[in-house]
């Protein structure tokens, strides 16, 4: 379904990926890992299509993201839902119209449909009772919650999500995945998370891919990276 190849990217003469190719089948979900500046971000804003390919491509169901035209990448992103590292909601609107602005914007739903989905979304993730709260009132766990709420209202076949449990306690970022997880049963969507819960994130994933130097280290199941050893993946997992 998403398949990226060959894709690189710099930025000033400066090479942060530099030839990647992986695929992932309908339905999967796979855990982007890699050391800090590594390029975890860029790669999922080429799936986004926020930023184009110096070379190689990324290619969903056929469609060439950093090719297509404003029409079809429009249609491509109703498809998709992001959570950007930061969760960032809008500040000046309460958890309630956070999650309902995707909605709003993009769907022709009425009133009382786009309340119904919304209360159902908060219901999921938890949130039941703080609609009216406001981003400055609430804790970093429950933006994270309303962001992830606000990115799944419109049950996205694709979800991005870039570091959901960052700047989280242990318990509350286990939360999140396991969030993340009973949401990917319920939508069934194909999703990449970039991640530093390693071996978190393993219980809730398909497949690990690691980047490093630009390059892909190493793809493989989550028992695969547990059993590896490999020096580089090892200092990485045992931290
Ligand atoms: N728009 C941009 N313009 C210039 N350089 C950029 C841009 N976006 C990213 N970079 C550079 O690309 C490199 C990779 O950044 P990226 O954000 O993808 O890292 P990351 O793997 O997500 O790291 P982290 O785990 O810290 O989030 C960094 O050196 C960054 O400075
Ligand atoms: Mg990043």
């Known amino acids: 379904m998403i398949k990226i190849e060959n894709l690189k990217k710099s930025f000033d003469g400066h090479d942060v990926l530099k030839g990647i190719s992986f695929e992932i089948g309908k339905g999967e979900v796979f855990a982007l890992v890699g050391g800090s500046g590594g390029g975890k971000s860029v790669l999922l804003k080429h799936v986004a299509g926020l930023m184009r390919p110096d070379q190689g491509s990324v290619t969903v169901d056929g469609l060439e993201i950093g090719t297509a035209g404003r029409e079809a990448l429009r249609t491509f992103r109703e498809r998709l839902g992001f959570l950007f590292q930061g969760g960032a909601l809008f500040d000046s609107l309460d958890v309630y119209e956070n999650v309902?602005?995707?909605?709003?914007?993009?769907?022709?739903?009425?009133?009382?449909?786009?309340?119904?989905?919304?209360?159902?979304?908060?219901?999921?993730?938890?949130?039941?009772?703080?609609?009216?709260?406001?981003?400055?009132?609430?804790?970093?766990?429950?933006?994270?919650?309303?962001?992830?709420?606000?990115?799944?209202?419109?049950?996205?076949?694709?979800?991005?999500?870039?570091?959901?449990?960052?700047?989280?306690?242990?318990?509350?970022?286990?939360?999140?995945?396991?969030?993340?997880?009973?949401?990917?049963?319920?939508?069934?969507?194909?999703?990449?998370?970039?991640?530093?819960?390693?071996?978190?994130?393993?219980?809730?994933?398909?497949?690990?891919?690691?980047?490093?130097?630009?390059?892909?280290?190493?793809?493989?199941?989550?028992?695969?990276?547990?059993?590896?050893?490999?020096?580089?993946?090892?200092?990485?997992?045992?931290?």
Do not use: W, Y
């Open 100 to 239: 309902a602005f995707p909605l709003k914007e993009k769907s022709k739903l009425g009133r009382d449909a786009i309340r119904e989905k919304v209360m159902e979304e908060l219901e999921n993730v938890g949130l039941t009772g703080s609609e009216h709260r406001f981003p400055s009132q609430i804790s970093g766990g429950m933006v994270k919650r309303a962001a992830l709420a606000r990115a799944l209202v419109e049950e996205p076949e694709i979800m991005l999500f870039d570091e959901p449990t960052t700047g989280l306690d242990p318990v509350t970022g286990q939360s999140i995945l396991t969030l993340i997880d009973s949401c990917h049963q319920r939508l069934s969507f194909t999703g990449i998370i970039v991640t530093h819960e390693i071996p978190k994130v393993f219980a809730i994933v398909d497949r690990v891919v690691m980047l490093h130097d630009g390059f892909l280290k190493a793809e493989g199941t989550p028992a695969d990276f547990s059993e590896s050893r490999d020096p580089v993946i090892r200092a990485f997992l045992d931290g």
